[in-house]
T-cell receptor
Framework: EPEVTQTPSHQVTQMGQEVILRCVPISNHLYFYWYRQILGQKVEFLVSFYNNEISEKSEIFDDQFSVERPDGSNFTLKIRSTKLEDSAMYFC?????????????FGNGTRLTVT | QKEVEQDPGPLSVPEGAIVSLNCTYSNSAFQYFMWYRQYSRKGPELLMYTYSSGNKEDGRFTAQVDKSSKYISLFIRDSQPSDSATYLCAMSGGDNTGGFKTIFGAGTRLFVKA
């Protein structure tokens, strides 16, 4: 079964550094998402992306965050200047065309540790 | 009031028990309802997906949606130790402008004892 893949599985960075988290969504999916889960807390929506632009973003997704689909397969989340509170699991998700809305399929996440 | 409320548990049951998990929500625009299972340090895995009110069964799992009460449930029959995980309810509206943003409950931690 096709799956969403994320790299790296674990990223350690120093406060103030830039990080790029990478995702390869399922190939026939057109909607892409980033979610965040701080340890022990709920899965929180960050941003949705469709047709090469952001559809919606949450309050968490401030100017320090950006997303990009640099080619036909990758979908990236960049955090420009990391803070300690950015430490979390970051999940990429994708879904099929919205003609008949379909559920999100998640990757296994990137654990970001900011020291 | 939170958009989606879910008791975080933990819920501990003996092997073979019937497990009942549930969520309430406040946004009447939600039309699509999902249950995900999440093992420690893994991504959420889709278990059940339903549209609007009604029941859906898949093996040992049954999902129920009552839109009039804004209440959804997941039942697990003949629970197994391998069912031990966190169960997340999730829902989204039918409005395409938000990219069908999906909102999650806090998750219920389930332990099934052998």
């Amino acid at each position: 079964e096709p799956e969403v893949t994320q790299t790296p599985s674990h990223q350690v960075t120093q406060m103030g550094q830039e990080v790029i988290l990478r995702c390869v969504p399922i190939s026939n999916h057109l909607y892409f998402y980033w979610y965040r889960q701080i340890l022990g807390q709920k899965v929180e929506f960050l941003v949705s992306f469709y047709n090469n632009e952001i559809s919606e973003k949450s309050e968490i997704f401030d100017d320090q965050f950006s997303v990009e689909r640099p080619d036909g397969s990758n979908f990236t989340l960049k955090i420009r200047s990391t803070k300690l509170e950015d430490s979390a699991m970051y999940f990429c998700a994708s879904r099929q065309r919205p003609v008949s809305p379909s559920p999100l399929h998640f990757g296994n996440g990137t654990r970001l540790t900011v020291t | 009031q939170k958009e989606v409320e879910q008791d975080p548990g933990p819920l501990s049951v003996p092997e073979g028990a019937i497990v009942s998990l549930n969520c309430t929500y406040s946004n009447s625009a939600f039309q699509y309802f999902m249950w995900y299972r999440q093992y420690s340090r893994k991504g959420p895995e889709l278990l059940m997906y339903t549209y609007s009110s009604g029941n859906k069964e898949d093996g040992r799992f049954t999902a129920q949606v009552d839109k009039s009460s804004k209440y959804i449930s997941l039942f697990i029959r003949d629970s197994q130790p391998s069912d031990s995980a966190t169960y997340l309810c999730a829902m989204s509206g039918g409005d395409n402008t938000g990219g069908f943003k999906t909102i999650f409950g806090a998750g219920t931690r389930l332990f099934v004892k052998a």
